[in-house]
């Protein structure tokens, strides 16, 4: 039904992100929904990352455009309680949302690292685990091409299997996580 935003161009992706966010809104509304997206979302991150023996140990992990409402950041918290995690977010007030929903699931005000800016222009040398949403309204072809670290997750439509593992979030949301890794001999 939806396979027709496959055929849009890069320059047209940004248009998806806007209307993605405003479903995004309806998840602040309903502690049920936010529960059921926080439990699907770290189901699907277990299953990913033990498919695939490459995932080792993950110390760092980023989450590009983690805001509004942070499932990804919860959902990894709950999947690698030890790991250090930082959100990229261009949009200050999506950064003062996840704080308010982050306080709201007793998550400590320094466990997160927030730096509005907008990836690229951020660094993820240091990340063992980079994760971009369905939302993000940069080259997605690119993060497939050349994933920019160790192992990178992909939110993606449910038809779009790519990388290396790929896992159902939810037949309900046509949505997926895929992941991608490095080319042999690339040490990132």
């Known amino acids: 039904m939806l396979r027709w935003l496959d055929a849009l161009p890069v320059a047209l992706n940004a248009g998806i992100g806007p209307g993605l966010n405003r479903l995004e809104r309806a998840a602040l509304h309903s502690r049920g929904l936010q529960r059921w997206l926080i439990d699907s979302h770290a189901d699907a991150l277990r299953r990913v990352l033990a498919a695939n023996a490459a995932t080792g140990e993950i110390q760092r992990a980023t989450v590009v455009g983690g805001g509004l409402f942070p499932r990804t950041v919860l959902a990894l918290r709950l999947v690698l309680p030890d790991v250090i995690l930082q959100v990229i977010e261009s949009d ?5 949302a996840a704080r308010r929903i982050l306080a709201l699931h007793a998550v400590p005000e320094d ?7 907008d990836y690229p222009s951020s660094n993820l040398d240091l990340t063992d685990l980079a994760v971009f949403p369905l939302a993000f309204r940069g080259d997605r072809a690119a993060l ?7 192992l990178t997750l992909v939110h993606d439509w449910l038809w779009r299997r790519r990388g290396q593992t790929g896992i159902v ?3 309900l949301l046509l949505k997926r996580l895929n992941l991608v890794t490095p080319p042999p001999g690339d040490q990132r």
Do not use: E, K, L, N
Not at 92 to 96: D, L, N, V, W, Y
Not at 111 to 117: E, P, T
Not at 144 to 150: E, G, H, V
């Open 111 to 117: 466990a997160i690292v927030f730096h509005q800016g």
């Open 92 to 96: 200050p007030r999506h950064i003062a």
């Open 144 to 150: 497939y091409r050349s994933p920019p670290a160790r």
């Open 169 to 171: 979030v939810s037949p």
